[in-house]
């Protein structure tokens, strides 16, 4: 009973936390900005922790596994299970872009957004030129990349003291930050606090009138979004309480929220997933890939950038290219960096390629702050929801653990 108390009071504090941050950057407005220190001390201790979780978690869930077969079933799955609810979030993009279709009448103000070039490099960057560089500089994707291949390797090792070897290494490695982790969620309440109160005075006033009918869709193919993949969905396919899994996943939520940072609040979804149920080997693997490579928000909303600027301009989208809108969805919310403002520099790609006015960028960036906080929190949702599903089907979660009251976190 005293686990089961203690993260129901770990629970309600960081709802708590929140609340009285949203409160107290209200009353205080910019004056708040005095103690964005503590959370930014907060998002620096999530950061840290990244590089190592990552290599550790996904490296070691490879590892483990010792049968090649029985790794490219549920892995195969679980990016499966990601490019699914990804498709589904730009259909669902297309169409509430289509409804309210944002941008129409709008005036595009003056000014100048430099925009970033597609090329295939930035496709070849995802492999590491250097494996030290890549963990030293925290590059996610890179360090995936590198992770898959250092654990399928340790499969292959023929010697098998030296394989045994590695196997404890990496599994010693992701127990030794799981540790630090539970000691940095000490500091949650406060460093969530923090972030609220002085983050939430930088949406005060940007909720402008031109923008209504670009928000309205963004927040409705959200809220489709949840109840359609996250709850109904994830109900069918698992007959699991998807009202608990919500609860279960509650401290990740409300810390990707604050943070508004997939690849920092990693470590706390890692947790959280475990603690619903999940097999250690499925969610090592699957959160951090999902972190990199599941983003279920842009999803949603590439299309209504796009659409956005195409409406302003008077030139609203063929058949063909509602079409290209779902691809792009695809590709571009794949490797989407899990970092704060990482949707603002794709929206600028997208407008670029699409040969629209920069200004755009400039409009989207105005209500930003909304748009990560609430699709950071999707994302994180998005990567535990198929990573459970995944788990489900293979017969590796735990039904009694799901259903418990009791978890570790704040324990």
Same mark, same amino acid.
């Given at each position: 009973?005293?686990?089961?108390?203690?993260?129901?009071?770990?629970?309600?504090?960081?709802?708590?936390?929140?609340?009285?941050?949203?409160?107290a950057g209200l009353v205080f407005g910019e004056s708040a900005a005095v103690i964005k220190p503590l959370g930014t001390l907060f998002t620096?201790?999530?950061?840290?922790?990244?590089?190592?979780?990552?290599?550790?978690?996904?490296?070691?869930?490879?590892?483990?596994?010792?049968?090649?077969?029985?790794?490219?079933?549920? *892995? +195969?799955?679980?990016?499966?299970?990601? =490019?699914?609810?990804? @498709?589904?979030?730009?259909?669902?993009?297309? #169409? %509430?872009? &289509?409804?309210?279709?944002?941008?129409?009448?709008?005036?595009?103000?003056?000014?100048?957004?430099?925009?970033?070039?597609?090329?295939?490099?930035?496709?070849?960057?995802?492999?590491p030129g250097n494996a030290f560089e890549a963990l030293a500089t925290g590059n996610t994707i890179q360090i995936v990349f590198l992770s898959?291949?250092?654990?399928?390797?340790?499969?292959?090792?023929?010697?098998?003291?030296?394989?045994?070897?590695?196997?404890?290494?990496?599994? *010693? +490695?992701?127990?030794?930050?799981?540790? =630090?982790?539970?000691? @940095?969620?000490?500091?949650?309440?406060?460093? #969530? %606090?923090? &972030?609220?109160?002085?983050?939430?005075?930088?949406?005060?006033?940007?909720?402008?009138?031109?923008?209504?009918?670009?928000?309205?869709?963004?927040?409705?193919?959200?809220?489709?979004?949840?109840?359609?993949?996250?709850?109904?969905?994830?109900?069918?396919?698992?007959?699991?309480?998807?009202?608990?899994?919500?609860?279960?996943?509650?401290?990740?939520?409300?810390?990707?929220?604050?943070?508004?940072?997939?690849?920092?609040?990693?470590?706390?979804?890692?947790?959280?997933?475990?603690?619903?149920?999940?097999?250690?080997?499925?969610?090592?693997?699957?959160?951090?890939?999902?972190?990199?490579?599941?983003?279920?928000?842009?999803?949603?909303?590439?299309?209504?950038?796009?659409?956005?600027?195409?409406?302003?301009?008077?030139?609203?989208?063929?058949?063909?290219?509602?079409?290209?809108?779902?691809?792009?969805?695809?590709?571009?919310?794949?490797?989407?960096?899990?970092?704060?403002?990482?949707?603002?520099?794709?929206?600028?790609?997208?407008?670029?390629?699409?040969?629209?006015?920069?200004?755009?960028?400039?409009?989207?960036?105005?209500?930003?702050?909304?748009?990560d906080v609430t699709g950071t929190t999707i994302n994180i949702w998005g990567d535990a929801v198929c990573t459970a599903i995944v788990a489900?089907?293979?017969?590796?979660?735990?039904?009694?653990?799901?259903?418990?009251?009791?978890?570790?976190?704040?324990?």
């Open positions: 009973m005293k686990k089961k108390s203690i993260f129901k009071n770990f629970a309600f504090l960081l709802l708590m936390s929140s609340v009285l941050g949203v409160i620096r201790l999530l950061f840290m922790l990244v590089p190592g979780l990552v290599f550790f978690s996904i490296a070691s869930s490879f590892a483990n596994i010792g049968d090649v077969r029985k790794l490219s079933k549920w *892995a +195969g799955k679980t990016v499966g299970w990601f =490019i699914l609810t990804t @498709v589904i979030g730009t259909f669902i993009g297309v #169409i %509430f872009g &289509l409804i309210f279709k944002p941008g129409l009448g709008m005036t595009i103000p003056d000014g100048k957004i430099e925009v970033t070039k597609i090329t295939a490099d930035m496709f070849i960057q995802w492999i898959i291949f250092v654990g399928i390797a340790v499969i292959f090792m023929k010697n098998e003291k030296h394989k045994d070897f590695m196997q404890t290494v990496l599994n *010693a +490695g992701q127990d030794l930050f799981l540790t =630090i982790i539970k000691a @940095v969620m000490y500091y949650a309440p406060i460093g #969530i %606090f923090a &972030l609220m109160a002085s983050s939430i005075a930088s949406l005060k006033g940007s909720l402008i009138s031109e923008m209504a009918s670009f928000l309205s869709a963004i927040t409705l193919g959200f809220i489709v979004h949840i109840v359609l993949v996250y709850f109904i969905m994830f109900w069918a396919l698992t007959k699991l309480n998807p009202f608990k899994f919500f609860k279960k996943m509650f401290p990740a939520l409300i810390t990707a929220f604050s943070t508004t940072s997939s690849a920092g609040t990693m470590p706390l979804t890692l947790q959280c997933v475990k603690d619903a149920g999940v097999d250690d080997q499925i969610a090592d693997f699957g959160v951090p890939l999902g972190v990199t490579f599941n983003m279920d928000s842009m999803a949603v909303q590439i299309p209504i950038y796009i659409m956005l600027g195409m409406y302003a301009v008077n030139t609203p989208p063929n058949a063909a290219q509602l079409l290209l809108f779902v691809f792009m969805g695809v590709a571009f919310s794949i490797g989407t960096a899990g970092v704060p403002g990482g949707g603002l520099a794709i929206a600028a790609i997208l407008v670029n390629a699409f040969g629209l006015p920069v200004e755009i960028v400039g409009l989207i960036a105005a209500v930003f702050f909304y748009l489900k089907s293979e017969n590796m979660l735990d039904v009694d653990k799901f259903n418990s009251d009791i978890d570790s976190i704040g324990a």
